[in-house]
């Protein structure tokens, strides 16, 4: 699979960004898109057809040193072609928002449980195998498949080496990309797929469960025994099971959730709800917090309490199993959106708590203000990026804690209206 890293797409617990494929149901990529080492050595100023190529001449003793033959780069970039759309899309991913609410209703529609339990019937078996073999609970595992390309439905059909190549040449994210573009060209030359195969997202992201080269290089598997790891091919087999060994290789627990809905007492402290103020079931039952039914939840190790839409919103009980799916894709709705619909294909009920309907998502601009604001008022977020992470949601609960509001942490749009 991949790592899953803020490449343009960024989700929050205020906001999700929408990947341009409407298809598609993953708020942000990888993590490995978020580190590289690379340094980009071709400046580029007016992107063309005939500026591609001459980067392509320029990369090619790159790509070699990094051990690509000259064969296989031949072959391969001999294919590449200036893709303007692939542009389009990484210019424009800020732009689509929304809430999380809006994401879950999507996520775990009925129609995807719906699939989502055809899907497991149809490839129990294998699913079997591969749950004994990882320790990784089937049900996840079908999870993501459902999110990342509606059951192998919609995989991408864009060319992946001329999208990297595309994105790597346009340098905005260079070094990132030309370490895809060196990867795609490496599972090329150990003979997984060919170039005609090697489809996928507008931004590299391949197979039924959408991984990116470097991950795939990482984490894949042959399942099958044919002698190829093989995420493109009608049979998810390979692809299922590379999805599996990436959440092993993750800290996946067998058999403990990724969270628990809750209800949150009267009076909690809400500064509590944070993930690193860590507590046992049993701690957190003392101080009121339970599941649905009012039940303590059972003792599947130390966790958090997560509020991603603020004290209004529904609450949960995370466990390291969150964390493994957080590997995946870090955005908070991304992993509920996993896991809610894991529990539902097992025949769970929908998500209890109310949301805050009558709230809107953030626009990428109101962001951007909200971090300016809060900074300038001595809130620092440390960075002005438009991402809502731990930082600035640090720096809305110390805001909130000023003003007498419940400190939940919540980025609304309320809450910049206040800074206003």
């Known amino acids: 699979m991949r790592a899953a890293a803020i490449l343009a797409l ?10 341009a494929p409407l298809t ?19 400046a580029v100023v ?4 005939a500026g591609l190529q001459d980067w392509i001449r320029a990369y090619r003793p790159r790509a070699l040193s990094a051990g690509i033959s000259a064969t296989t780069f031949d072959q391969a970039m001999s294919r590449a072609r200036y893709d303007a759309d692939v542009i389009k899309r990484d210019r424009n991913q800020s732009e689509f928002t929304k809430t999380i609410w809006d994401y ?31 320790g990784v609970d089937k ?5 993501i498949w459902g999110l990342e390309s509606a059951y192998g439905t919609f995989r991408g059909s864009t060319p992946i080496i001329s999208a990297l190549a595309t994105l790597a040449y346009d340098g905005r994210r260079g070094a990132f990309f030309e370490e895809q573009l060196t990867a795609a060209l490496t599972i090329l030359q150990n003979g997984d797929t060919s170039v005609a195969n090697m489809t996928g997202s ?40 590379s999805t599996a060994a990436y959440l092993k290789n993750s800290g996946w627990v067998k058999g403990q959730p990724w969270g628990v809905e809750v209800r949150i007492p009267d009076g909690f402290d809400y500064t509590l709800a944070n993930r690193e103020t860590l507590k046992m079931p049993g701690e957190w039952a003392r ?8 039940r303590k939840v059972p003792n599947h190790g130390k966790a958090s309490i997560l509020l991603p839409a603020g004290a209004e919103g529904a609450a949960f009980m995370i466990f390291k199993n969150f964390d493994a799916i957080e590997t995946y894709n870090t955005a908070d709705a991304y992993v509920i959106g996993v896991g809610h619909l894991s529990d539902r294909i097992q025949g769970a009920a929908k998500i209890q708590g109310a949301w805050p309907r009558g709230d809107r998502a953030l626009t990428y601009d109101e962001r951007i203000e909200l971090q300016t604001r809060l900074t300038a008022a001595g809130f620092d977020t440390q960075k002005i990026d438009a991402k809502i992470g731990p930082l600035t949601i640090n720096a809305v609960r110390e805001y909130q804690l000023s003003r007498g509001m419940t400190p939940d942490g919540y980025a609304s749009l309320r809450l910049l209206s206040s800074l206003r």
């Not at 993953?26 to 980009?40: C, F, K």
């Not at 007016?46 to 057809?49: D, F, G, K, L, M």
């Open 10 to 19: 960024t989700m929050t617990a205020t906001s999700v960004i929408a990947e």
């Open 24 to 42: 598609s149901l993953r708020p942000v990529l990888r993590p490995d898109l978020a580190v590289t080492n690379i340094t980009q050595t071709v």
């Open 46 to 49: 007016a992107p063309t057809e």
């Open 104 to 134: 879950l209703d999507s996520a775990a529609s009925d129609l995807r449980v719906k699939n989502g339990q055809a899907a497991l019937a149809r490839h129990n078996d294998k699913l079997v195998q591969i749950e004994r073999k990882y």
């Open 139 to 143: 049900e996840v595992v079908v999870a």
């Open 202 to 241: 507008w931004a590299g992201a391949m197979g039924h469960t959408q991984f990116m080269p470097t991950s795939f290089l990482s984490y894949a598997v042959d399942f099958t025994g044919d002698g190829k790891r093989d995420i493109w091919t009608d049979d998810p087999s390979d692809a299922l099971a």
């Open 287 to 294: 101080i009121g917090i339970r599941d649905m039914n009012g």
